[in-house]
């Protein structure tokens, strides 16, 4: 299943809420940033607000491959992977 993005952009649902929801960036800003109208920003958000199923599973999927990565990688001992 493919994630949710902005029509004719790169820019993914769950981008747009991770900058605005989670780090409280303005969605002007945000728009700005990525060259979108300020109402696909919030079209974004309020995609993201009505299926928070398809969310929680597009962020499972994308979590688990990176934890596999993240324990996958020798490091020297006495090296920790800080996952703060």
Not at 35 to 43: K, Q, S, T
Not at 44 to 54: G, I, N, S
Not at 70 to 81: F, H, K, M, T, Y
């Amino acid at each position: 299943m493919g994630e949710p993005h902005i029509a004719g952009h790169r820019v993914s649902v769950r981008q747009v809420y991770a900058l605005v929801g989670e780090r409280g960036i303005d969605p002007e800003t945000v728009a700005d940033r990525y060259d979108l109208d300020v109402a696909d920003v919030y079209h974004a958000l309020a995609y993201y607000h009505d299926h928070p199923r398809e969310m929680s599973d597009t962020e499972a999927e994308r979590k688990d491959p990176m934890e596999t990565f993240r324990e996958s990688i020798e490091r020297p001992d006495g090296v920790a992977l800080d996952t703060a």
